[in-house]
């Protein structure tokens, strides 16, 4: 198992900009492919992102594709996802998600299936 923990989410204007940092800690972090979800108040958890364990793979939902970039550093353990451009409808708790895989290119896009979940860093975007 790896433990994950968020953070850098905040209050911010539309326009502006987040970067938030996904710390892992536990089992050797570059076995894992990392995924970004976030959930806003009444709706599902929905995919944001997700980067293979090699970070040579990406992904974006539409939503923030051309306003978000995903990335890891295996050697500090960390992920991160970099969003710009903020709008009011990219409000809610993102989650850093973590599941082992054998494949140093293959990313996942699904809530299930990731095994590994961080508590959630609240995002709110002013309009």
């Known amino acids: 198992q790896v433990q994950l923990v968020e953070s850098g989410g905040g209050l911010v204007q539309a326009g502006g900009s987040l970067s938030l940092s996904c710390a892992a800690s536990?089992?050797?972090?570059?076995?894992?492919?990392v995924g970004w979800f976030r959930q806003a108040p009444g709706k599902e958890r929905e995919f944001v992102a997700a980067i293979s364990r090699s970070g040579g793979s990406t992904y974006y939902a539409d939503s923030v594709k051309g306003r978000s970039t995903i990335s890891r550093d295996n050697a500090k353990n960390t992920g991160s996802l970099q969003m710009n451009s903020l709008k009011p409808e990219d409000t809610g708790v993102y989650y850093c998600?973590?599941?082992?895989?054998?494949?140093?290119?293959?990313?996942?896009?699904?809530?299930?299936?990731?095994?590994?979940w961080g508590q959630g860093t609240q995002v709110t975007v002013s309009s």
């Open positions: 536990g089992r050797s972090f570059s076995n894992y492919a």
């Open positions: 998600a973590a599941r082992s895989t054998l494949s140093p290119y293959t990313v996942y896009r699904s809530n299930n299936e990731y095994a590994n």
